[in-house]
């Protein structure tokens, strides 16, 4: 990871260290969700089209961030993973090339 620059390194860590399951991630976005989704219900049923518009307005928000999120850390993770793979490459080349042997 020598030639990954400080932040690749640390969106691959923070990739590595996250639980992944679908559990997990279910729980992780529930907290921005359930409140939003609540607060549409509580307004259709009501006939409150303020309950109805907070509602939305956190679920518009929600997916705004997780797009900027995205493509923020999207790039930077392909980056570190082209690196990677470069540097992966030119060690198996190298080792594939046999040794000259000098006594010839």
């Known amino acids: 990871m020598q030639n990954l620059t400080r932040e690749e390194q640390l ?9 992944h399951g679908w559990v997990d991630t279910w729980f992780r976005y529930v907290i921005y969700f359930v409140p939003s989704l609540l607060f549409g219900l509580y307004g259709m049923l009501k006939g409150d089209f303020a309950a109805v518009a ?22 930077l993770f392909r980056s570190a993973l082209r690196k990677l793979m ?17 006594s010839e």
């Open 11 to 19: 969106t691959i860590a923070r990739y590595l260290t996250e639980p």
């Open 54 to 75: 907070v509602g939305y307005i956190v679920l518009f928000g929600l997916v705004v961030y997780l797009i900027s999120y995205q493509r923020k850390s999207g790039p």
């Open 86 to 102: 470069e540097g992966c490459r030119a060690t198996t080349d190298a080792a594939a090339k046999p040794a000259s042997n000098p």
